[in-house]
Each structure stands twice: as structure tokens, then as C-alpha cells.
């Protein structure tokens, strides 16, 4: 499991609407193509993993705004989990992120798994600092 905290000069509640928001994941996330939300709530990220357009399936499995949000995969042979938690800074004013991020492998995908943390763990930054720029330039 990975865990990064950043801090983001906006308040809590801007950062949560947009960070839990998989419409705009793409926006944030340098590896998603593109996401589908569902009528019945769940979401289907398409990501570039070594070059190749994979789909998964995901649903939120926590939603306590403006705190505390997660999503996992809802089958696949390696399946994410994620967490965001935002707590408030200068009474308000500013954030603090951390997200956590681990994967669990199904089958023979078991031993995929420690090669896709560190992967995760080298493209994750990335995105978590586009984040901090695009709400602080709002």
C-alpha cells in the first residue's frame, strides 16, 4: 500500500467535489483515458497501462463528504483500492490530502501485484500534483 499527502491552498469541500468526482479523473489522472459513470452509481475507468487501453469497473465504497471517500474494482484479476481523506487546514481555508492506494490480485495475477505498486507508486505523484495545480489555479 502507498500512502501520499499533499496540501492543496483550497477548502476542503472544493477539493473533495472535485477529487471524488470520476468524471474528471481524466483531468487529474495522466493514465485515464476516459470514465463512464453508471446509473446505479458504479464507474468504468478506461486507464493506458504499458500501452494498452484496459477498462475496469469500479464502485465507491465509502462516501463521507467532505472527508472521506473510496473506490475499489469490482472484479478483474488485479484490483485497485483507493482512498481520499481531506482534512481542513488554517480553519478552512486549505486542505490536506492523503491517498492510499493498494491492489489485490485474483489467481495467477497474484504475482502482478508488487510490480503494479511500484508502477502506481512512480505515476501516482504525478497525478496528485495535476490535482493541486488544477484546483489552485481555480
Given at each position: 500500500m502507498?500512502a501520499?499527502?499533499?496540501e492543496?491552498d483550497?477548502?476542503p469541500a472544493?477539493?473533495y467535489?472535485?477529487?471524488?468526482?470520476p468524471a474528471?479523473f481524466p483531468?487529474w489522472?495522466?493514465?485515464?483515458?476516459r470514465?463512464e459513470?453508471?446509473p446505479d452509481?458504479?464507474?468504468?475507468?478506461?486507464?493506458?497501462?504499458?500501452?494498452?487501453?484496459?477498462?475496469?469497473?469500479q464502485?465507491?465504497?465509502?462516501?463521507?463528504?467532505p472527508?472521506?471517500?473510496?473506490?475499489g474494482?469490482?472484479?478483474?484479476?488485479?484490483r485497485?483500492e483507493?482512498?481520499?481523506?481531506v482534512?481542513?487546514?488554517?480553519d478552512?481555508?486549505?486542505?490536506?490530502?492523503?491517498?492510499?492506494l493498494?491492489?489485490?490480485g485474483?489467481g495467477?495475477?497474484?504475482l502482478l501485484?508488487p510490480?503494479?505498486?511500484?508502477m502506481?507508486?512512480?505515476?501516482?505523484?504525478?497525478?496528485?500534483?495535476?490535482?493541486?495545480?488544477?484546483l489552485?489555479?481555480?
Amino acid at each position: 500500500m502507498t500512502a501520499t499527502t499533499i496540501e492543496i491552498d483550497r477548502p476542503p469541500a472544493d477539493v473533495y467535489a472535485y477529487a471524488t468526482d470520476p468524471a474528471r479523473f481524466p483531468e487529474w489522472q495522466a493514465d485515464v483515458r476516459r470514465v463512464e459513470v453508471h446509473p446505479d452509481g458504479r464507474f468504468t475507468t478506461v486507464r493506458r497501462i504499458a500501452g494498452v487501453d484496459r477498462p475496469m469497473l469500479q464502485e465507491i465504497t465509502l462516501a463521507e463528504p467532505p472527508v472521506r471517500w473510496a473506490a475499489g474494482a469490482v472484479g478483474g484479476a488485479v484490483r485497485p483500492e483507493a482512498t481520499i481523506t481531506v482534512e481542513p487546514l488554517d480553519d478552512g481555508r486549505r486542505s490536506r490530502v492523503t491517498f492510499t492506494l493498494d491492489f489485490t490480485g485474483h489467481g495467477p495475477a497474484d504475482l502482478l501485484v508488487p510490480v503494479v505498486r511500484r508502477m502506481a507508486a512512480k505515476a501516482a505523484p504525478r497525478s496528485y500534483a495535476r490535482l493541486k495545480e488544477l484546483l489552485e489555479r481555480r
